[in-house]
């Protein structure tokens, strides 16, 4: 109000003359001045309307970014909350698994001491030897299903450094070319790309593709094919780690992430939780299609920048 009061004085104090005598201005020209120095009011009403109108649309931004901010923070500490109570019950499920899988060997350890124990056993070296042979070996499974209930529970610390992929999947077609041999199964990489180089954890990727291409090869019979694809995009890597094999059941694909769940007489059950560990601590995603016809399909997708 002040500025527009200020305004139309300025404009009317070129007639400040008329009142010293110098000269007269018509009436009608009067009214024309008057009427303009109106429009500055109106003028003033409008844009204080206008600007009032954008100060409280800026409030309500303000509120809005307010109130998402907290609900962003919400959102995080729902779900630190939640992966925390997903740790807890895979801790659970974990020691649930050890326990089951160390009844077994104990239950050996047990019936052999027993058996040396007794007096009819003391005169066969044979049979003690046989007993002894029995401890020592369930005691080394033990101690590997400890190991692997170690590795798996122990926290995943990352450390991503930018690192050719294809370089990683050759050393892991090295490393499982003996086992590809024996069974007679032919390993394949196929990537168009000459190299892929990308934020990620060398040894820990190098790990959970060894883990499904093992898996590939002894799902896969003589004669057979796996095959490892590499499908680059502008923001993610996804890795397709494919067989023919007869395929995974169906009752049995919710269940092959768990911890200490396997269908392998000699297996622990662990390969595959570590392979979902390491690519989620990736910020990736694993899925897996399988049927009895055309096999199973393993895929990875790791996004090309880690999270700081």
Sequence with gaps: MAVTLIACFAYYSFLLPTFVGTFVLPPDFISLVSLRVSFYAIVAFLVFEQAKAKRNQMERTEEAAAQLAESNRNLRKAEVSLRRSERLAALGQLTAGLAHELRNPLGTIR????????????????????????????????????????????????????????????????????????????????????????????DLLRLAISNLLQNAIQASSGGQQVTIAVLPSPG?????????????????????????????????????????????????????????????VFEIVLPREQPT
């Design 236 to 296: 993610a890597i996804q890795i397709q780690v494919r067989d023919h094999g007869s395929g995974i059941a169906p009752d049995h694909l919710e269940n092959i992430f768990n911890p200490f769940f396997t269908t392998k007489p000699s297996g622990v059950g662990l390969g595959l939780a570590i392979v979902a560990k390491i690519v989620d601590e990736h910020g990736g995603r694993i899925r897996v299609q399988s049927d009895s016809v055309s096999g199973t």
């Design 111 to 202: 019936a052999s001491a027993e058996m040396l124990g007794k007096q009819s056993a003391r005169n066969k070296p044979e049979l003690m030897a046989e007993m002894a042979d029995y401890i020592r070996t369930e005691a080394d499974r033990m101690g590997g299903l400890i190991a692997s209930f170690l590795d798996f529970a122990r926290p995943l610390q990352i450390h991503p450094v930018t690192a050719d992929l294809l370089t990683v999947l050759q050393q892991v077609f090295r490393e499982q070319s003996h086992l590809g041999e024996e069974r007679g199964v032919t390993l394949k990489l196929d990537s168009d790309a000459g190299s892929l180089p990308f934020a990620f954890d060398p």
